[in-house]
């Protein structure tokens, strides 16, 4: 089994910058992909970003892409996205979900394991 913790949400006013981080813990595995999810109306979960666990691979929502950047830190077993010029629509509970298979995907359908989530509220 992995575990996924996220960490580093709270509130901001809209324009500023946060970070939250996903620390992976139990089973873990270097290929794979790990990717951010948050709640959207009428899904339960949107697509943020993701990113493979080898090679440069990442994939962006096109609402976050130039203010949202993933990474790794692969020898502690970390995902971080730093969300710059942030929006109150981007409020949430942001989710970080890993899956084995080393495809970046934006269906949470795929990834097999994930954390409890992390508040982002963005006020205006």
């Known amino acids: 089994q992995v575990q996924l913790v996220e960490s580093g949400g709270g509130l901001v006013q809209a324009g500023g910058s946060l970070r939250v981080s996903c620390a992976a813990s139990g089973r873990t595995f270097s290929s794979g992909a790990m990717g951010w999810f948050r709640p959207a109306p009428g899904k339960e979960r949107e697509f943020v ?15 976050v892409k130039g203010r949202f950047t993933i990474s790794r830190d692969n020898a ?49």
């Open 76 to 124: 502690k077993n970390t995902v971080s996205l730093q969300m710059n010029s942030l929006k109150p629509e981007d409020t949430g509970v942001y989710y970080c979900a890993a899956r084995n298979i080393p495809v970046l995907s934006a269906l949470d359908t795929e990834y097999r394991y994930w954390g409890q989530g992390t508040q982002v509220t963005v006020s205006s």
């Open 49 to 63: 970003a993701a990113i493979r666990l080898s090679g440069t691979s990442t994939n962006y929502a096109d609402f």
